[in-house]
Nanobody
Framework: QVQLVESGGGLVQPGGSLRLSCAAS????????MGWYRQAPGKERESVAV???????TYADSVKGRFTISRDNAKNTVYLQMTTLKPEDTAVYYC??????????WGQGTPVTVSS
């Protein structure tokens, strides 16, 4: 059974930093991409950062230059380093793994609040 467990969210002041982690387990299939998404109150879920097994990355325009997605294969963990956080980054952040078959797996989400 595939499990994605996010951690690292919390309350941070504007301009601060957080690092989110997503520990993955139970998958035995090929992966086409792994990424982070977020959903702010009253808004649709949006892609934040995506990483392919080959190392290609894609970022939302709103986070380019501030967020970095990375992975540790030995730990089966995907990270999202977030810097220069803004109030508009406030959302629940979800980890996602997309299988080659097209099936997506989601974590339970970790809330990030950027406020003074």
């Amino acid at each position: 059974q595939v499990q994605l467990v996010e951690s690292g969210g919390g309350l941070v002041q504007p301009g601060g930093s957080l690092r989110l982690s997503c520990a993955a387990s139970g998958f035995t299939f090929g992966i086409s991409a792994m990424g982070w998404y977020r959903q702010a109150p009253g808004k649709e879920r949006e892609s934040v950062a995506v990483l392919t097994p080959g190392g290609s990355t894609t970022y939302a325009d709103s986070v380019k230059g501030r967020f970095t997605i990375s992975r540790d294969n030995a730990k089966n963990t995907v990270y999202l380093q977030m810097t220069t956080l803004k109030p508009e980054d406030t959302a629940v952040y979800y980890c996602n793994i997309r299988a080659i078959s097209g099936i997506s797996y989601w974590g339970q989400g970790t809330p990030v609040t950027v406020s003074s």
